[in-house]
């Protein structure tokens, strides 16, 4: 088998970014796609790998995207690629429904073993994160036997008509596409930078909230699950406050209400701890993980208390591709490259070296109002100066500056206005300094 080679680790710019290629191709795309699929940076990638994306021009790009926090571990880990490669030799599909095959059952043993909590746990599988979710609503219901689904504003819990009702933000993942899913209520997220009092009352006055809404208009008896995200991704990188997660866990735990940790976006090493609820010392009753699980291939699970995850009958859970074999090998070898490549120190080595350097832009009358995350899950929130009114068109020009210099950046949050980081764990770090060379004279061109 030809050894996986990684494209050169060096930011290379052969053209204008986007280059006469990717240009060409765009026409020939919007004639033939669908015009609602959007596009970051036009430009089509020919191979990728470590902290580089090549173009079909030849442009060199310095990732700080991942492929939306997927390949944690390089869109090329040998470890991955090379397993993938043997299992496609063997056999790509059986359905896990109609005939058996290990690497199922030896990711759901992985994830069981390394989510939090020494608890008896179990884990299904499937293809996409918002299937997980789903899924975990619907164990969630049949194990309480209620239907109430409680959601944080600014989550994103994904594209299905379920998981669209749960995701706050309605520009554009929801408008035109109702009527929503029932039983689904929405209370306020503990988001320090904006909270109207301040941030030191943001933990207490949002869990008073939560108590309040969930006592006094649902009903904590008609109340399955409450599902947040520990970081919240899409919505724009929102941590919540110290003790803010853990009031919400033990809330549900008196009342019997499952508590979901959405860890989709934060799961597998990204924000420094395999699990983000780790930082909080939090257990969840079900946890969600897909993106960065299968280092590219599309995979996702639910796993969590045995005895909950057991309360459907058999049958009931599963889906015709939900854990391919293929995807398992994939997940196997990226859960392998976590551990040998040390990539949760790795998260934590990428925010000592960055994190230091965005604070730098945080000065008085500065566009960029706060620096957040964990790991190497970071974000910049811009701001009109002086002032903490959101300012989507300043994070568009800086990303727009970033991907013309060849460094991939990604927007988020419900306002459009904050820049996210979600570098290759492997990037190496000169590249990453480069990076953020180019970024942080983004920002500085666009005051
Ligand atoms: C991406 C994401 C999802 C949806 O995952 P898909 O694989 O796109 O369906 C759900 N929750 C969170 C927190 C996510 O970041």
């Not at 006055?205 to 970081?231: D, K, R, S, Y």
């Not at 009342?255 to 395999?274: K, M, N, P, S, Y």
């Not at 100066?385 to 989507?392: I, K, V």
Request: hydrophobic letters at 45%; a negative charge.
């Amino acid at each position: 088998m030809t050894p996986t080679t990684l494209p050169e680790q060096r930011r290379i710019l052969a053209t204008a970014l986007p280059g006469p290629r990717s240009v060409e191709r765009q026409a020939r795309r919007a004639a033939e796609l669908a015009h609602g699929l959007g596009t970051t940076m036009p430009v089509f990638i020919d191979r990728a790998g470590g902290g580089i994306l090549v173009d079909i021009d030849g442009n060199h790009i310095i990732d700080l995207a991942s492929g939306i926090a997927v390949t944690s571990v390089g869109a090329a880990h040998p470890a991955v690629t090379r397993r993938i490669a043997e299992q496609a030799e063997r056999f790509t599909h059986t359905c896990f429904l109609v005939t058996e095959y290990d690497g199922f059952v030896e990711v759901a043993a992985a994830l069981n073993r390394l989510t939090p909590g020494d608890h008896p746990k179990k884990t299904a599988l499937f293809s996409t994160g918002s299937e997980a979710v789903e899924n975990a609503i619907k164990i969630a219901r049949t194990a309480t036997g209620r239907s109430a689904v409680v959601v944080l504003g600014h989550a994103y819990h994904g594209r299905t008509l379920l998981t669209m009702s749960m995701t706050a933000k309605n520009v554009p993942y929801k408008q035109g596409f109702g009527p929503f899913a029932p039983e689904v209520y929405r209370v306020p997220s503990p988001y320090p930078y904006r909270w109207p009092t301040g941030p030191e009352n943001a933990a207490a006055e949002a869990f008073a909230a939560l108590e309040e809404i969930v006592t006094t208009q649902i009903g904590a008896a008609n109340v399955a699950a409450i599902v947040a995200e520990p970081i919240q991704g899409e919505g724009g990188f929102i941590v919540p406050p110290p003790g803010y997660l853990r009031a919400v866990q033990e809330f549900a735990a008196e009342h019997g209400i499952v508590f979901v940790a959405d860890e989709i976006q934060t799961g597998l090493a990204r924000t420094g701890a395999l699990f983000a609820c780790e930082h909080e010392g939090v257990v969840p009753d079900l946890i969600t993980t897909a993106k960065a699980l299968a280092g590219g291939m599309p995979l996702a699970a639910v796993t969590g208390r045995a005895e909950i995850m057991d309360a459907v009958p058999a049958g009931g859970l599963g889906g015709t591709y939900a854990g391919n074999p293929v995807a398992c090998a994939a997940a196997l070898g990226a859960l392998e490259a976590i551990e040998s490549e040390g990539l949760v120190a790795r998260a934590r080595e990428i925010e000592q070296r960055v994190r230091p350097r965005l604070e730098e832009l945080v000065t008085p009358g500065s566009v960029v109002g706060e620096v957040r995350g964990r790991g190497a899950m970071l974000a910049l929130e811009f701001v009109r100066p002086g002032t903490s009114e959101p300012a989507p068109e300043i994070a568009r020009a800086v990303v727009e500056h970033c991907h013309q210099e060849g460094v991939l950046t990604l927007l988020c949050g419900t306002f459009g206005n904050v820049i996210r980081l979600l570098p290759p764990l492997v990037i190496p770090m000169d590249l990453l300094d480069e990076a953020i060379d180019v970024l942080v004279a983004a920002v500085g061109s666009a005051r």
